[in-house]
């Protein structure tokens, strides 16, 4: 609207208010960067503080990491599987094994056994150390038929040992299941040989027993010897039995002297008798020893000597037997009792002892002849048993060599240890770099975010970009680094105030009445006075108002604002050194308080002093703490609300509502001492 110019009632229109919808919606970026505005200077300088603090702090932090590595391979049971075998099926299950393995190696199974060796090896390192932590820190990886295991520690002793502790737990845990697998056969057959390496162990100390210092063959000859002179000692008897005989029976009284000649003859014949049954008992011995030499009956060379052997027995037996027959013709003929009867109880008597003698020589050697059967039939009976004992202890080891080849073969392939883990010397990862870098950029990151929370938790104005969501309501006209009192800013403001649109008609005659207000505490009367001598510059009659009647001096003396409440009649003075320029003070009238004002009593007293003006300017004070301010911005044309940098903004978006609707055509904003880095200062000066 034209505030210094009366407009013909019927001249002037209505013109167009936003609405709440017509409200731009606020962008957070732009309202980021509106809040960082004129701070990025203290975000550099706390980034240049704490960045090197933080760095400190990350490097003393980081940590220089020693990298461990082992190789296990896994070697197939079958040749040339992994080469040209012809045979999918058989690599698919090769290579699905090897998956298998390197999932068995980073079981928990495993991972807790190699954490039991870890905690007795380093009961320093490794306190509180759990299977889960160890597998986290071992990077287990597959490649064709080798399993990689990687890990990293702050001691490279302690990196290699931890691989170490990985490796034996497996292949001890593999050994064990494989033994498992095979313990109940294994077992059974391990007591078997047990049981019967006990019973040939019990044989053989038999077998020292019942033949002492001679062997089968030994026992066999002498029992062959023994038989030989049983036979030798039998004939004998007889003999002897018939001779008592024929001289018991021999009722004759013939003389029992026999010749010399028969008796020489028939010595004769009882010694070779004696000799050939001596040499028939030795070749039989021969015989059976040449049986119990040969294995193999059917041998060529054994059947003719057993028939030699065979023969001269034949041929000793029939001597033998002829010698036998000459005896006892002897004995029926008499030749040999053809004694005398005095001297017959003497030969009676010499045969009857010879013949006891005989008789217990025989008895004697059939005794040695049974025990030496005896023995022979127990020895040949336990080297019987010990041949089975052996053949059987045999066929179990055989099977136990059976049983541990398919325990070895049991699986499609076997693991190694193909590298064993190496102790690192240099470092393969050192934290403390990137902890500094790290710690530099969140030192820089939190001086960013501190200033940032500063910002965004301001209460002041600072930039009157803060008043862009409310311009259509409060439009800021000016925003300015001059102050308050500064002629060119309010020549400024002056022109604007007069460009400003109408929104609601003024009667032709009667001043604009422009009040100058703040949402926050604080004075006007320096910003009014400033603004009215503005338009006096321009030849116009003004009329400026102290209506802050709070902050009176209580020693003036002239009627003014208070006065003109009370209905006391006054009149403006003219201010020196400025024409067309008059002014009405505070007033003096000390018993009119703020709070006691009225709406009546704001209109009457404008209605009394501004008829004779061009334009009046009312220094209204501040809509926080006078009552009567909003009085007088509803008796206004246009109200001015005056904003410093330092004001509170949650005041002036509270008194928004009361400076829209108040004045007659609205408020406008102005911001005075703006800081050097508000964007507006290039477009609203």
Do not use: C
């Given at each position: ?8 009632a019927?001249?002037?229109q209505?013109?167009?208010v ?21 701070r ?8 240049i ?6 760095a400190?702090v990350?490097y ?5 990491l ?32 090897v ?28 306190d509180?150390?759990?299977?889960k ?45 494989e ?5 109940v056969?294994l077992s ?23 033949g ?16 030989a ?11 002897v ?31 070779a008798m ?8 030795k070749?039989?011995?021969e ?14 060379r ?10 001269e ?5 029939k ?27 003497t ?26 059967n005896r ?16 053949g ?6 055989r ?7 398919e ?15 190496s ?32 910002a ?23 925003v ?8 060119h800013a ?19 005659g009667?001043?604009?009445v ?8 604080g004075?006007?009367?320096?910003f009014?006075h ?63 308080k ?14 009394r ?7 009046v ?8 703490d ?10 206004s ?18 008194q ?7 004045p ?18 290039a477009?609203?000066?």
């Open positions: 609207m034209n505030v210094a110019a009366s407009i013909p019927e001249d002037s209505d013109t167009y936003p609405g709440p919808q017509d409200t731009p919606q606020p962008n957070p970026i732009a309202a980021l960067t509106r809040a960082m505005r004129g990025w200077r203290t975000a550099v300088v706390g980034a503080l704490l960045a090197p603090a933080f400190a990350g003393f932090s980081g940590v220089q020693y990298e461990s590595q082992a190789i296990l391979r896994v070697y197939p049971q079958e040749s040339n599987i992994l080469y040209a075998t012809g045979e999918d099926s058989v690599l698919k299950t090769f290579d699905s094994f998956k298998a393995e390197t999932t068995y190696v980073a079981s928990h199974q495993v991972m807790e056994r190699a954490v039991e060796q870890i905690l007795v090896q380093r009961p320093d390192l490794a509180g150390i759990k299977a932590d160890l597998a986290g820190s071992i990077e287990i990886k597959r490649s064709d038929s080798l399993i990689v295991l990687k890990t990293k520690s702050k001691e490279a002793a302690f990196a290699s040992q931890k691989l170490a502790a990985l490796i034996e737990s497996y292949l001890a845990l593999k050994t064990e299941a033994e498992a697998r095979t313990s056969r059974e057959l391990r007591s078997r040989e047990t049981q019967l390496a006990a019973r040939l162990s019990k044989l053989r100390s038999d077998q020292l027993e019942v002492g210092e001679f062997g089968l063959n030994a026992l066999a000859k002498a029992h062959i010897e023994k038989i002179q049983i036979d030798a000692l039998a004939g004998r008897k007889s003999e039995a018939a001779t008592l005989a024929t001289l018991e029976t021999n009722s004759a009284p013939a003389s029992a002297d026999t010749s010399n000649q028969e008796i020489m003859r028939a010595t004769l014949l009882d010694r004696a000799d050939l049954s001596f040499e028939r008992a070749l039989m011995s015989l059976a020893g040449l049986r119990a030499g040969y294995e193999n009956h059917s041998n060529m054994f059947k003719q000597k057993e028939f030699a052997k065979v023969e027995i034949a041929v000793i037996e001597a033998m037997s002829d010698r036998r027959d000459q005896i006892r013709v002897l004995g029926q003929t008499g030749a040999l009792t053809d004694v005398t009867a005095g001297g017959d109880d030969t009676t008597a010499e045969i009857q002892a010879l013949y006891i003698k005989v008789k217990s020589q025989l008895d004697f050697a059939r005794k040695e002849a049974r025990d030496l023995r022979r039939i127990e020895l040949d009976h336990i080297e019987n048993e010990i041949g089975e004992a052996e059987l202890l045999e066929e179990t080891r099977a136990l060599e059976v049983i541990r080849l325990f070895g073969r049991a699986l499609p392939g076997y693991a190694v240890v193909m590298s064993p883990p102790t690192p010397v240099d470092p393969a990862e050192d934290t403390r770099k990137m902890m500094v870098a790290g710690g530099g950029m969140a030192g820089a990151l939190l001086a960013l975010l501190m200033t940032l929370a500063m965004l938790r301001e209460r002041r104005v600072r930039f009157a970009e803060t008043l862009v969501p409310f311009e259509h309501r409060l439009p800021v006209r000016q300015s680094a001059a102050d308050e009192t500064d002629p309010s020549d400024l403001l002056r022109n604007e105030l007069q460009l400003q649109n109408l929104r609601k008609p003024r009667l032709v009667k001043p604009p422009i009040a100058i207000t703040r949402a926050n505490a004075d006007t009367t320096e009014a400033a603004l009215a001598q503005s338009f006096a510059r321009a030849r116009m009659k003004t009329l400026f108002i102290e209506a802050d009647i709070e902050g009176q001096d209580a020693e003036m003396a002239d009627a003014g604002w208070s006065d003109l409440l009370s209905g006391t009649a006054v009149k403006p003075r003219d201010v020196d050194g400025a024409d067309h320029l008059f002014e009405i003070g505070a007033g003096n009238d000390h018993t009119l703020d709070r006691a004002v009225s709406a009546p009593m704001v209109r009457a007293a404008l209605e002093v501004s008829g004779d003006f061009d334009v300017v009312v220094s209204a004070g501040s809509l926080q006078r009552l009567s301010a909003q009085f007088i911005l509803s008796n044309e246009v109200a001015v609300l005056a904003i410093k940098p330092s004001d509170e903004r949650v005041s002036i978006i509270s928004i509502d009361r400076l829209d609707s108040l007659r055509n609205g408020s406008v904003a102005v911001l005075r001492n703006a800081l050097a880095r508000d964007p507006w200062l477009v609203r000066t």
